[in-house]
Every structure is written in C-alpha cells, then in structure tokens.
C-alpha cells in the first residue's frame, strides 16, 4: 500500500475546470493524520506507519487501545490504520501529515466500506433476469433448482444466492483529484466514492499508477489531437 491519509467522506458536488467544464466530484476531509509509530523491518519485519485520525479523549477508548496510545505518547485518536511502505522515507513519529501530501490532478486510489443493504433476494444482489412472468408461472423472482441430479449431488461453491449484500471493504482506483483545499483540509476526487457521509475512507497514491497528473486539456486541443490520429493513412507492407 502507497502512502495516504485517513479522511471522511462528507458528501457530493460538482466544480468547473479552468476550461468551463464540469465535474462531478466527492468532498473528502482528509487529514490531518498523525504518525503514531513507524514499524521498520529490524523490529517488524516489515515497513510500515502507522497514522492517527481524530483525536479524542483517551477515557473514550477501550483500555487496550488507551494503553497503546499512552505507550505511543502522541494522543488519542479515534482511528488508527497502517499504510506498508517500499522505502523508509524521512518520517518522524509525531509528524502531521496533510492534503500537501497530495497533488492537483493526481491519480488516488479511495478505500471506503460500501453501503449495507440487508438481505436481498437474488435479482437485486446479482441481477438475475427472473423467471417467466406469464403463462401461469408461480415462479418469478424465486431462486428454483440450484444443483443437479446425480452429478454432481450438490451446489456448487460460489454459486449466487440471496443474502447479505453491501457493508464491503471496496477499493476504487485511478480517481483524479480536481482541486484542494489546503486550509479546511478538503480534497475534491473526481466520480463516487464508496460509503455513506461521514463515513471513513482512505485515500492513498495510485498503486498502478503512481504519480501521474491528469491536468485537463482545452476541448480545442483534444478535437486536434482525434483529427490528427483521424488523418493519418495506414502504413501498408511493401510489396
């Protein structure tokens, strides 16, 4: 995992580029985070730090994290999550870490815990096309037969069935950030974000693509670039 920030998603909004163009985005309040402790591979066995994100009083904990934080010696916080690193990097414990951690236009990658549905039936869960809904049919939204006769005599593992469906950890990758927010921590991510308001998310560098900065072109130049590509004759094999 790449480095990032622990943030709260607060809800969805829409900017304009300097090209006029608008986007539709999530405002996440990301940070500040605090590093509580850095894990190295000489202790650990691994690299790693560990971030705080909300402080809050340590009564308000349960006593094994109380005893930790008090052990650690940089506050309470109401969550802590570990980012694995490749590299050491110059981090120190009690750094504050912030939106400056990103770039405008910077590919991320946003964690979040998806909205939890319930029990649902298998049409809405999976998207079956249900059965005949004419001609006498009893069965409409109804599972029916889900295994065979004699072979194999069961169902098989992983077959889709009603059930639970949400409250899952999703990961969305590639999303542009379009602007920040430096004094109110805020930071605007280009499409949806999983969760609801107020819920917490993780916002970390793209792992696929690190470092790339998607600034918005003029629709001029994008119209050029198609007609270019557009007019450019297919080289043949000569004879």
């Known amino acids: ?55 809050v009083d340590a009564k308000d904990l349960n006593k094994p994290r109380a005893g930790q934080a008090k052990k650690e010696g940089q506050g309470a916080f109401r969550h802590v999550r ?8 110059e981090w120190a ?17 946003v964690i979040g815990i998806s909205i ?7 049409m809405k869960r999976w998207n079956w096309s249900g059965g005949p809904e004419t001609h006498g049919s009893m069965s409409h ?9 004699t072979t194999p005599g069961r169902v098989y593992k992983g077959h889709h069935f009603p059930g639970h469906m949400g409250q899952d950890r999703v990961t969305v990758q590639n999303l542009r950030i379009i602007q920040r927010d430096l004094e109110h921590n805020l930071i605007l991510v280009e499409g949806s974000v999983p969760g609801s308001d107020n819920d917490v998310v993780v916002v970390r560098k793209s792992i696929k693509r690190p470092g ?22 297919p080289v043949g094999k000569k004879k």
């Open 93 to 109: 414990v009690g750094q504050k870490l912030t939106v400056d951690l990103f770039q405008d236009y910077e590919l991320v990658d």
């Open 116 to 122: 939890g549905k319930g029990f649902q039936g298998g």
């Open 141 to 149: 939204r109804a599972p029916g037969a889900s295994g065979s006769g």
């Open 212 to 233: 790339i900065i998607r600034k918005p072109q003029a629709l001029q130049t994008v119209v050029d670039e198609e007609q270019d590509e557009k007019g450019k004759k």
């Open 82 to 89: 570990e980012f694995r690193l490749r590299d050491k990097g």
């Open 1 to 55: 995992m790449g480095i990032g920030l622990l943030g709260k998603k607060l809800g969805m909004t829409h900017v304009y580029d300097e090209h006029g163009r608008r986007h539709s985005v999530t405002a996440i309040e990301a940070g500040p985070c605090t590093i509580v402790d850095i894990r190295t591979p000489e202790k650990n066995g691994y690299q790693a730090l560990q971030l705080g994100f909300e402080t």
